[in-house]
């Protein structure tokens, strides 16, 4: 989890932008990107799931090597 040191600044009294060290924003992105990959691979893995599979073992039997 990251640790965020933000700045909330208001415009007419109310909330309007959060200001945070770079780094601390290239880290939420960083962490971001690597959710949107395993959301995307569970996704894959989800569809697929059913999709009959060779061992490895098999293929090389297939083709002759081992």
């Given at each position: 989890m990251v640790s965020l040191?933000?700045?909330i600044l208001e415009k007419d009294g109310k909330k309007e932008f959060v200001v945070l060290p770079?780094?601390?924003f290239v880290q939420i992105q960083e962490e971001l990107?690597?959710?949107e990959a395993l959301k995307a691979l569970r996704d894959a893995?989800?569809?697929e799931a059913d999709i009959p599979t060779t061992s490895f073992n098999?293929?090389?039997k297939e083709i002759d090597i081992e």
């Open positions: 040191h933000t700045k770079y780094e601390e990107e690597d959710y893995k989800s569809k098999d293929v090389k």
